[in-house]
């Protein structure tokens, strides 16, 4: 099975985000496994046609989310996290929106809106006060 | 004589442009961008082969003209030198690799290395020669007696010495070269490896043009391999033959030597075999044909939202 990602040059999120997103996505489906080893940042780069900076910066952000790890001649790997008990509810739960979503016929997009609302809302009511 | 090498040299460039346009018309290209894709590759290729062949007529022409005599070391390192300007020349098409068109673009998160859409063969006989080369180079060197001559001790002490050899006055500048094309033919692979994959085909038919980009380059670079080596070995071979057979004045007392002889004559009739290899490899179609656009269609695929 061959994994793509896609990238928009019209949308409004940025092109790092947009590659950044939709890897951190297929670690989590469980689709890139750990160990998988990703593309050169230079070959994907020259695949989606846009700078090699670009995807550097995209996998800098998947490492400092430890998604991926960098090793000098090897390449760069995806560390994908275990998949625990603590995450298996919120998975589930996500798995639900996105058959419901389909169901709706509801975009990708406002299924993702859907979701950032809810999290919006749900840090607003719960997220703890800051310390003054 | 030279006339009749130029104008094998013109048949052979003739032969090699001809099947390069017989193979682009033959591609089944499953859409616009494959047939924009297959169509750089062989202008590149065209475009390189002329470089390749410009060079080797340069020299043969400068030999014949006498522009070169007496420069024996600069068209020793010639075929390495038009194997470069190959090349390179494929390197620049690589590099300028139509991209990606459109707003909206796709690429497979799969790795490609460079061993993976390399002929392993191919490879394989192409480094072997390249060795081949290296190590024929230094035992010439190692078994001349001075920088291009070879000697033999006669029985009553004095020696016998013959040139030219290919010691290390030819030897060096060979070694040089040698090691500029394989450092080139290394990164240009590295750069196919890389470029940019076609849009809307499938993996498998874009791993098979990378693989005919490469064999492209690996036939190119092992055919000026080998005609170094041939014409280091036919060099080498041809004055240890003389040496063997003695002094044809009759100034120096040399009995023959038969197994000089023979070592001269195995050395040339080696060093034909290996020219002949090398003009082989390099024109002799491969069975490997495009995948069928039926079976374009990826059996399954996923991408992210």
């Known amino acids: 099975m061959s994994v793509h990602v896609r990238i928009d040059l019209d949308s409004p999120i940025p092109q790092y985000e947009q590659v950044r997103a939709q890897i951190a996505a297929l670690v989590s489906a469980g689709d890139l496994d750990d160990g998988n080893r990703l ?13 090699p900076g670009t995807i550097a910066r ?6 400092a989310a430890g998604l991926v790890v960098s090793r000098r001649r090897i390449g760069t790997l995806v560390t994908a996290p275990p998949r625990t008990l ?41 997220q703890p006060e800051v310390a003054q | 004589m030279s006339a009749v090498l130029i104008g094998l040299s013109l048949l052979i460039v003739g032969g090699a442009l001809g099947l390069l346009w ?40 400068g030999q014949d003209s006498g522009v070169l005599t007496g420069m024996g070391r600069l068209v020793a390192v010639v075929p390495a030198a038009a194997g470069a300007l190959f090349i390179v020349a494929h390197a620049i098409g690589d590099l300028t690799w139509p991209g990606p068109q459109g707003r909206q673009r796709e690429a ?24 081949l080369l290296v190590v024929a180079t230094v035992a010439f060197g190692l078994a001349a007696s001075g920088p291009r001559t070879l000697s033999r001790v006669l029985e009553d002490g004095q020696t016998y010495t013959l040139g030219s050899f290919p010691g290390w006055w ?5 070694l040089l070269s040698t090691i500029v094309v394989a450092l080139a033919c290394a990164a240009t692979l590295w750069i196919i490896a ?90 002799v179609p491969v069975r490997d044909h495009a995948p069928d656009p039926e079976a374009l269609v990826p059996s399954a695929e996923r991408v992210a939202p």
Not at chain 1, 40 to 51: E, F, K, M, S, Y
Request: glycine share 8%.
């Open chain 2, 170 to 174: 030819f030897g060096v500048p060979v």
């Open chain 2, 22 to 61: 017989w193979d682009q018309r033959r591609t089944v290209a499953p859409n616009d961008a494959a047939r924009r894709a297959v169509r750089h590759a062989a202008y590149t290729s065209a475009v390189a082969v002329a470089c390749l062949a410009g060079g080797l007529l340069a020299s043969v022409g």
């Open chain 2, 194 to 283: 890389a470029r940019p994959a076609v849009t809307g085909t499938s993996a498998d038919w874009d791993r098979w043009l990378r693989r005919r980009s490469a064999r492209r380059v690996l036939r190119g670079s092992q055919l000026v391999a080998c005609m170094t080596l041939a014409g280091m070995s036919l060099f080498a071979g041809t004055t240890v033959r003389s040496l063997g057979l003695g002094d044809p004045s009759g100034y120096l007392a040399t009995p023959v030597i038969p197994g000089y002889v023979v070592v001269g004559n195995i050395i040339s009739w080696l060093a034909l075999a290996i020219l002949a290899a090398g003009i082989l490899v390099a024109l």
């Open chain 2, 108 to 131: 497979d998160l799969e790795v490609r290395t460079v061993s993976e859409v390399t002929p392993t063969r191919l490879a394989r006989w192409t480094w072997t020669m390249g060795t």
């Open chain 1, 86 to 126: 603590v995450t298996k509810a919120p998975r589930d739960a996500a798995a639900h929106l996105a058959a419901l979503a389909r169901v709706q016929g509801l975009t990708d997009q406002e299924a993702h809106d859907l979701l950032a609302a809810a999290l919006l809302q749900h840090g607003r009511t719960t």
């Open chain 1, 39 to 51: 593309p050169t940042v230079r070959a994907l780069a020259n695949d989606l046609g846009i700078a």
């Open chain 1, 58 to 63: 995209a996998y800098q952000e998947l490492e």
